[in-house]
């Protein structure tokens, strides 16, 4: 019989050749890595020798003001958190009903792959172009003026796509066993997206909600172009109120030729992080209390 | 839309067995619950099964065999329409549940799939708790009885309750596989079906999980009307009362074969086909 193995001659291994790319491509990876890690410690570093000292009581209960000293946030965070709250309640019901139809009931055609299409580029657009939406719809055709109501439903416009998009991959991830074995029980198609797909989805569906929310919070040009206000001197009451948000709060400090000014605007940075730190460690908390729950 | 009770005998389907199949002179007595009547059946363009007409027995273990491809899983699927879920499939002819065509459009699928409880290849536990798994069906049918009671005597059914019983509500998923199988049958028992379906259901499974399975389903039959796809010759052979052969013919769609008692099937089948594929000629 005749030997299907190739001759040895004609095998090259080049052993210490493979292995000396392999070092080559972790080095590059770990470069990269910390390039990314340094330059990040950079700016905590300077923002915090920079806003530490500022950040006391006072400044979080301050109204704004002319003169440095007596400046705080306190209009602007209870604004962010204002916007926080009513995009949360805007946006989170319409992209999850969103996604639940367009993963789960809509039948398959062309109209539905041209509305996934869109909805995965409206989630590329400039936030200034929603901006300009709010402005024109919000503010002056339904009269809502500039207010958080108004600031609340740009900014879920804005973050909506990233929820649906978001949502969709969750439900996508939950396996069609499940869905089959909902069904042959005798479940109707609602009881199974309620008691078994929604369930197992939820964890995700969250996370991707908290990390839109936190963008929310921190973007700053829809909320200039719809007119938010940067001189807020009273607490908003409720949403038909003006208001002024965390990061107009800052770009306005910033943009003011005093020292002191600028001091402030390191320490509201600091402000505006840490309510994006608790937002996300609000979306692992929630994603690990689901998960456990469920596994 | 009507919802019809599938307690209706209509004598159009109690169709009297051929006995040139079989000697056994009880055959006529047999009260049919499942058939099906010269049914084809589409995947978009892809014929899958070409003129199926066979029918199951009450209380009796029905085996569906035959090579990889042959439709085996798709025919079983036809009786709790679980093929509707597939999209631009197509099915003709009569599919029968208690002479009623399922099919029809009186007949409600989610009424249906109640009376005829499925179990899958890959066992697929609900991300619950094994109280919430076998409490599942019973809750979204609306049971209104006691339902822990029914929760112990589906599990007991299943004999799964032994292992299970020190915690409920552990996570179902926290279980091997063979106990995770024996949930699935019991929280398809939970419903109070006619039929088990059951597809394949020892796949995936080691031998000796296998061997509690077929014992249950042994002593199931006494109380369900049991239809088994199965891979498994000799799991046909141990576990049925008759055995359906599928084959796939030259268009690429399933059909059968034939139909008889197991016992003639292994022995001293009518087709040179199914002999040839028992005694491992090929398949």
């Given amino acids: 019989m005749i030997s299907l193995r190739p001759p040895e001659r004609q095998w090259n291994s080049k052993i210490s050749q493979r292995k000396r790319s392999g070092v080559v491509f972790l080095l590059g990876t770990a470069i990269s890595t910390s390039l990314g890690i340094i330059v990040l410690a950079f700016l905590l570093v300077d923002v915090l020798t920079d806003g530490l000292q500022e950040i006391d009581i006072e400044f979080l209960t301050s109204f704004p003001s002319r003169f440095p000293e007596n400046a705080g946030l306190r209009s602007a965070l209870l604004g962010s958190l204002w916007l926080l709250v009513m995009t949360a309640f805007i946006s989170f019901p319409l992209g999850v009903a969103s996604a639940i139809y367009l993963e789960e009931y809509a039948p398959e055609s062309k109209l539905k792959r041209f509305i996934q299409l869109n909805i995965a580029n ?9 901006g300009l939406l709010g402005l024109g719809m919000f503010v002056r055709t339904f009269g809502l003026g500039r207010s958080i109501l108004a600031g609340s439903m740009t900014m879920s416009l804005l973050i909506l796509p990233i929820i649906i998009v978001a949502s969709r991959e969750a439900l996508r991830a939950v396996p069609d066993s499940l869905r089959e074995g909902a069904l042959a029980l005798g479940a109707s198609k609602w009881q199974m997206v309620r008691r078994t797909v929604l369930p197992a989805a939820i964890p995700g569906i969250l996370t991707g909600t908290i990390l839109a929310l936190a963008r929310a919070v921190g973007e700053t040009a829809p909320l200039i172009t719809i007119g938010a206000l940067t001189y807020i001197a009273f607490d908003p009451s409720g949403p038909m109120d003006l208001f002024t948000v965390l990061p107009i709060q800052i ?34 908390v929630m994603r690990y209390r689901f998960e456990r729950k469920i596994d | 839309m009507i919802n019809i009770k599938f307690d209706g005998r209509r004598d159009g389907a109690n169709v009297t067995h051929d006995a040139e199949t079989s000697g056994d002179e009880t055959q006529a007595d047999r009260e049919t619950i499942l058939s099906t ?11 899958a099964l070409s003129d199926i007409s066979l029918e199951m027995y009450k209380n009796q273990v029905t085996a569906i065999i035959g090579p990889s491809g042959c439709g ?30 399922v ?42 009885g006691n339902m822990d009671e029914l929760v112990e005597s589906s599990l007991r059914r299943a004999a799964i309750w032994d292992e299970v019983k020190d915690d409920l509500s552990k996570s179902g998923l926290a279980l091997s596989g063979g106990q995770q199988q024996r949930l699935c049958i019991a929280r398809a028992l ?41 891979h498994n010759m000799q799991q046909a052979a141990r576990v049925s009362d008759r055995t359906a052969f599928f084959m796939v013919l030259d268009d690429g769609s399933g059909s059968l074969i034939e139909c008889d008692d197991t016992q003639k099937i292994f022995t001293n089948p009518s087709d040179d086909r199914t002999e040839a594929y028992i005694t491992g000629r090929f398949g």
């Fill in chain 1, 122 to 130: 409206l989630a590329g657009v400039p936030s200034v172009v929603y």
């Fill in chain 1, 251 to 284: 770009f306005n400090w910033v943009s003011l030729p005093q020292k002191g000014f600028h001091s402030l605007a390191a320490g509201g940075i600091i402000v505006l992080l840490v309510v994006l730190f608790a937002a996300n460690l609000t979306a692992v």
């Fill in chain 2, 37 to 47: 009547t010269n049914v084809n059946f589409w995947y978009d363009r892809a014929k």
């Fill in chain 2, 72 to 101: 085996k899983s798709t025919y079983l699927r036809l009786f709790n329409r679980m093929n509707d879920l597939i999209r631009r499939s197509r099915v003709q002819g009569e599919v029968c549940f208690r002479g009623l065509d």
């Fill in chain 2, 103 to 144: 099919n029809d459009r009186s007949i409600d699928a989610v009424e249906l799939r109640r009376r005829i409880g499925m179990v899958f290849q890959k066992p697929n536990p609900f991300p619950k708790s094994i109280y919430d798994n076998v409490a599942y069906g019973p809750t979204v049918n609306g049971y209104r």
């Fill in chain 2, 190 to 230: 939970a419903v109070s079906p006619d039929v088990l379906l059951m597809d394949e259901p020892c796949s995936a499974l080691d031998p000796l999980a296998t061997t509690r399975i077929e014992d249950l389903i042994h002593e199931l039959s006494d109380e369900y009307t049991i239809v088994i796809v199965t």
